[in-house]
């Protein structure tokens, strides 16, 4: 089962900011939030991932809160294309053996025109 | 075009059928993985060779489901006897990985999309 909680849609205009959220109340030390999107009809895509500390990219910003309990996915700037399917997952690489990413149904984010 | 590559990328079959998907990783990943994923679901993890070592099988959803990748480099993923429950999108990725470092960026294939009648 998914460790993450997100909600099941969102919508924001284009040109804003889009601010996702995700709890993970139950993640461990050594793991990390990462994200991935899909957009209709396309594998997963890689966004961002951190483990405590605030990270930015060319796609996004990722905020973890202290207690690393949840987390915000920023996009800065949003455009139609961004129209797609998130999903926050909590991942721990061990090294070897069920490294598969578990993700959960994901945040619709539709931008409107 | 250097990503991940699937084919076919659709396949019509009948109930009954063995189907077989084609694999390309990015060519210095060592990692593959084959997720599933249905309708209005997140892809759901099946299997993952480091190498041409299979490291986990236990999550393929039957005795039905098979994966090789022999050298190392393409994976093939067989579904026998399919059956309808079958349908769905089978994604594969790759990724760089390595023990103790945190590169598992998986990078996604478009998929083939299977239709079982």
């Known amino acids: 089962d998914a460790k993450t909680t997100q909600p099941p849609s969102m919508d924001c205009a284009e040109g804003r900011a889009a601010n996702l959220p995700c709890n993970h109340s139950?993640?461990?030390?050594?793991?990390?939030v990462y994200w991935y999107r899909q957009i209709h009809s396309q594998g997963p895509q890689y966004i961002i991932h951190?483990?405590?500390n605030n990270e930015t990219n060319e796609m996004a910003s990722l905020i973890i809160t202290e207690d690393r309990k949840s987390s915000t996915l920023i996009l800065p700037h949003a455009t139609l294309r961004d129209t797609a399917v998130y999903y926050c997952i909590v991942f721990l690489d061990s090294g070897g053996g069920a490294d598969g990413l578990t993700f959960g149904k994901g945040t619709h984010l539709i931008i409107q025109p | 075009d250097t990503g991940v590559s699937q084919d076919p990328r659709h396949k019509i079959t009948k109930r009954g059928q063995n189907v077989t998907f084609r694999c390309d990783p990015i060519?210095?990943?060592?990692?593959l993985y084959w997720y599933r994923q249905t309708l209005g679901q997140g892809p759901e993890f099946l299997t993952y060779?480091?190498?041409?070592?299979?490291?986990?099988k236990s999550r393929l959803l039957s005795n039905r489901f098979s994966a090789e990748r022999p050298k190392g480099s393409f994976s093939t993923l067989e579904i026998q006897r399919t059956e309808q429950g079958d349908s769905a999108m089978y994604l594969c990725?790759?990724?760089?990985?390595?023990?103790?470092?945190?590169?598992?960026?998986?990078?996604f294939g478009p998929g083939t999309r299977l239709t079982v009648l």
């Open positions: 990725a790759s990724s760089l990985g390595a023990s103790g470092l945190q590169q598992n960026e998986q990078f």
């Open positions: 060779f480091q190498n041409e070592a299979q490291l986990e």
């Open positions: 139950t993640i461990s030390g050594n793991e990390y």
């Open positions: 060519s210095e990943h060592n990692r």
């Open positions: 951190g483990l405590k």
